[in-house]
């Protein structure tokens, strides 16, 4: 596609519920990223996905988020057991992977109730 | 000592004015810089890169100052759709990951 697909848009589960995001990269784009940024807060690194090489899982903040790029491209990122400190803006970007700027989807928005 | 710093205003200025945000980071092997403009409840967008020699588009000046860690965006002739929030990214030597400053508000006045 044109540019970075994220859905949902908006996102309201249970506490305890677990929760699925998707993330659509710009075709072509070899590495993809997800961040998450609470309400007034920066950016925060959750993981990256680099073509075939094994992704950097160094920001998933627990055991309970998980996610994978099935086929080099599409990404799902999952939060199980939702709590209320995971309600934030989910967001996906792509790049090309040789140190470009990144693109950015327009957030999946999740409230934990 | 966070990774990259900025100050998080928010800095107020009238139309037609210059202001300029610096942004500081820690990691002296840092590799590439950007700026990226945030609009309030919207995803991030690439502003410019910040290149060693310093770049220059239209009434926006980066420059890097690698000695001092440094970087720094100049908006000249400020309008009002200037108004976001500037965000400073720092990403470091072996890695494409971006390293994300807590940005700058920026609210220019009519």
């Known amino acids: 596609g044109a540019g970075v697909s994220q859905s949902p848009s908006n996102k309201v589960t249970e506490k305890g519920k677990d929760v699925e995001l998707r993330c659509d990269p710009i075709s072509g784009h070899t590495a993809l990223y997800w961040y998450r940024q609470s309400l007034g807060q920066g950016l925060e690194f959750l993981i990256y996905?680099?073509?075939?090489?094994?992704?950097?899982k160094s920001g998933l903040p627990s055991d309970r988020f998980s996610a994978e790029r099935t086929g080099g491209s599409v990404s799902t990122l999952t939060i199980q057991r939702t709590q209320q400190e995971d309600s934030a803006v989910y967001l996906c970007?792509?790049?090309?992977?040789?140190?470009?700027?990144?693109?950015f989807g327009s957030g999946t928005r999740l409230t934990v109730v | 000592r966070k990774e990259v710093e900025q100050d998080p205003g928010p800095f107020n200025v009238p139309e037609g004015a210059t202001v300029a945000f610096n942004c500081t980071y820690s990691?002296?092997?840092?590799?590439?810089f950007f700026w990226y403009r945030q609009d309030c409840r919207k995803e991030p967008k690439l502003l410019m890169s910040?290149?060693?020699s310093g770049n220059e588009d239209g009434r926006f000046t980066a420059q890097l100052n690698r000695a001092s860690q440094y970087i720094s965006l100049l908006i000249r002739d400020s309008k009002l759709s200037d108004s976001a929030t500037y965000l400073c990214?720092?990403?470091?030597?072996?890695?494409?990951?971006?390293?994300f400053g807590t940005g700058t508000r920026l609210k220019v006045l009519a």
């Open positions: 970007a792509s790049s090309l992977g040789g140190g470009g700027g990144y693109t």
């Open positions: 990691n002296s092997a840092s590799q590439s």
């Open positions: 990214v720092v990403t470091w030597a072996g890695t494409y990951k971006y390293i």
């Open positions: 910040v290149y060693s």
């Open positions: 996905f680099q073509g075939n090489s094994a992704p950097d």
